[in-house]
């Protein structure tokens, strides 16, 4: 049965209707190719070019067996020592780098003198679950034994990250709690895609509209988890909706739109963090699609999520 979904915010959707020119609602195997080509996000040089930063590349050890690894370290000119977000990117778990989707986690760069470090995770479906996660965790772990030379507070270091970012964000801060560490000021999960089983009511509703609708998530978690989908292998940190507790996470901020496939999950992600005593702030943005504020960062809606997260971590560096 179709569900209608929720409106559009009018002024999103007029970015949309352009956007939907040249990449369809829906993403099929077929498409990864052209996913991997140019993208909708700034080059380093564009980011550079906006924003007075200093960025290093360094190539850290990897997860044991695979192959090293490549960070971005953003930070102001002359910095010493702020808080740190460390990043985990856009892009289905099967395209884009480090770079797509961090422009509004740069802005903490500015406003908080902070560390941003992003890391280049291996995509699937050349390198399968839990390829990335493992190559996150381990990112993670690095951004926080080198923290001072980093110029980091380690008692103010956040994961971050948005769509598949967003899951990884949720994956390796359960890792995180479930490892041993490292102890984290908390957690920002940007329009995460946390549940593999993609059967959700909102996910039945964004099917041949916004972007990336339920088939193209039917596309990256295929990609990503192959034959194991939907079997009793899968572990929580893979698909965190599976979790049977998320007891003992660090503080924890979720956004998503009311128009777009991950809102369900999202939402129930945010009560099983209530559900288990936790500290959880959600917000769903009335009329917001997926990546809204990356697609249309200039309109109303792109401005109070992006202001609103901001409040939110800086309620944070304030305790």
Same mark, same amino acid.
């Given at each position: ?16 209707? &352009? ?36 960025? %290093? ?13 490549? /960070?971005?370290?953003?930070? %102001? ?27 509004? &986690? ?15 995770y291996r995509l699937a479906p050349e390198h399968p679950a839990p390829a990335a996660l493992e190559d996150s965790y381990t990112a993670l772990r690095w951004t926080a034994a080198h923290a001072a030379e980093l110029g980091i507070d380690p008692e103010r270091l956040f994961s971050i990250g948005g769509s598949a ?35 959700? &009511? ?6 041949? &509209? ?59 992600y945010a009560s099983a963090i209530w559900a288990a005593g936790g500290d959880a702030e959600l917000h769903v943005w009335p009329g917001g699609y997926h990546l809204f504020e990356l697609l249309a960062p200039d309109a109303e809606l792109s401005r109070a999520a992006r202001r609103t997260r901001g409040e939110w /971590? %800086? %309620?944070?560096?304030?305790?």
């Open positions: 049965m179709t569900i209608s979904p929720p409106p559009f915010d009018p002024e999103l959707k007029v970015v949309l209707d &352009v956007v939907n020119q040249s990449i369809s609602p829906t993403l099929l195997p077929e498409h990864l190719e052209a996913l991997r080509g140019p993208g909708f996000t700034k080059t380093l040089h564009q980011l550079l070019a906006e924003r007075d930063l200093e960025h %290093r590349e360094t190539i850290v050890p990897g997860p044991d067996g695979a192959p090293e690894l490549l /960070v971005s370290v953003f930070s %102001r000119p002359g910095h010493t020592t702020g808080p740190g977000f460390f990043f985990t990117h856009v892009g289905g778990m099967i395209f884009g780098d480090r770079f797509v989707g961090v422009e509004p &986690v740069l802005d903490y760069v500015d406003q908080f003198d902070a560390v941003v470090v992003t890391v280049e970012g967003g899951g990884l964000t949720a994956g390796i801060t359960l890792m995180a709690r479930d490892r041993g560490g490292p102890v984290l000021a908390g957690q920002v999960i940007m329009y995460g895609m946390l549940d593999e089983r993609n059967d959700s &009511v909102s996910a039945r509703q964004i099917d041949g &509209v916004g972007i990336w609708d339920r088939t193209s998530n039917e596309t990256g978690w295929d990609f990503l988890l192959g034959d194991r989908r939907h079997g009793g292998s899968l572990t929580p940190y893979e698909s965190p909706a599976s979790a049977d507790s998320l007891a003992g996470l660090p503080p924890t901020y979720i956004e998503v739109g009311s128009a777009e496939v991950f809102r369900d999950e999202d939402v129930a /971590v %800086r %309620r944070r560096l304030a305790l």
